[in-house]
């Protein structure tokens, strides 16, 4: 199989009001809202605020409203907005691609004719592919110090050059460019039929809709990445964005929805609910463990390393890589951990491990918690499912932290 990529780039708002309630929690103090309003910052304050700098007779008048798509260099914005008490002088245009991140850009107001532009150039660093989905609005002052903010907007960042076929549901929105007609209703059916298990996995469904865009064509996928095209990466997923690219060559359509469609959505749910850390035999076997379509049969595939002799310790040191020449092993490894999990200890184990690990408690400690049994225990078990010994070559007592961001200045 072959590598995708996860980029995190940030945390969502809601993440970190979590992580402010268990700080709090912690240290028994009881600020209540007034440190959750500071920590929640994404939150754009209710339109039509004026933040009681000026007169409150000022009428807004709000005229057409327009979004231009320049994919793959990007996109601008355009609005007639006029205040009555004076000239717009300042402003920014704010959007999400998901709830929880946020971008901008100023405005720029033509002296003649008033009109407001605000326009947003793709780069390398920041690009997005075609048909992410935002929500936006204008936030303007006028020269007399009032302020407005329009109601939220929605719209997509379309590509004309392609045809492209969208197909939405109550579970995603799949995006398909030079692919068969049933690609994206079975990328639906795929997510539908995963949709009970995500949920009892991770305690609820994602916040927003993930998008599947699917190119059939290798050159379409790489216009997008404007300037930092590395051509071995096929595929893919940010929670920035809020959904999953991939190129599609070769491979059944059956194994891309309910292989690496659910598997990349499973990433998001990652990046949503908990902290793991990014290329671990954790986080890769856990994405694969959601999988409905197996390339082939994972489990048989580590019970015949376990019956050579050969399988790696787990929970000591890092564990089994997943990447490089042995990174489908990694993958592999990590699945029938999950699998073990769940077998033994329900979706509601899974989900419990996911709550240990988002509040910052090492893995081994956290699997420790939900099992109930010492990591050798654990290591032990599953390796004798798997018909190994129950020893693995060593096994040392890994330290246990309790991980917080810093949020006062401390200096480090
Ligand atoms: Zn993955």
Redesign the pocket.
Known sequence: MVE?T?IKLRWPAARIVTVGLVVLAVVGLSWGLVGLQVLAQGDPPPAGDNFGMASSDVQWTVGELAFQSNYPAGFQFQAEIRSSAGPIVRGRVIWSHVPGTQRSRPVNVDPDTGTLTAVWDATGSDAVPPWVGLMYYWDVGDSEGNAFQTEPQYVEYEDTTHDWVRTETDDIIVFAQNLPDEVGPLVADAMAAQREMYRAAWGGLLPYKPRAILFGSRGAWLEWQITTVNYSTIGLTSDDWGGTGQVVSGGGLTDLAYGTVL??VA?LYQNEFTLMVPGSWLI?GN?TFFELNQQYNYESSVRHLAASGNLPVLLQGTGPGVSGRNARRGYDIGYTFWKWLVDNYGLEGHRQLIELLDQGIGRVAAIETVTGLTAQDVESRWRTWLGASALPPTLVPTPTFLIFPTIAPLGY
Do not use: L
């Open positions: 995708r996860v598997h990349e990433h890769e994405a």
